[in-house]
Nanobody, 113 residues
């Protein structure tokens, strides 16, 4: 069993910043590729960013230049730093361990306009 526990999120004004954390634990030898996704109200879940085991990062065009994904292997933690937040960034954010398809519980991000 692999567990992903998220923290962070909250309410922020447009232009502000938030950092999300995703701690991976359980029956896992090492953390492989981890992705971040989000789901806005009334919309489908969409991919936001990912980081590979070798620290290669990829971003959706909508967040490129504003969001940064990083990882701390010593603490089994993946981070999503979100800067210059916009109202359209509002939604529930999820981390996902792609090998095995394990998801975090989700955390709400609300950006005031």
């Amino acid at each position: 069993q692999v567990r992903l526990v998220q923290s962070g999120g909250g309410v922020v004004q447009a232009g502000g910043s938030l950092r999300l954390s995703c701690v991976v634990s359980g029956n896992i030898n090492r953390i492989s590729e981890v992705g971040w996704y989000r789901q806005a109200p009334g919309k489908q879940r969409e991919w936001v960013a990912l980081i590979t085991e070798r620290f290669v990062t990829r971003y959706a065009d909508a967040v490129k230049g504003r969001f940064t994904v990083s990882r701390d292997n010593a603490n089994n933690t993946i981070y999503l730093q979100m800067n210059s937040l916009k109202h359209d960034d509002t939604g529930v954010y999820y981390c996902k361990h792609n090998f095995g398809n394990y998801w975090g519980q989700g955390t709400q991000v609300t950006v005031g306009s």
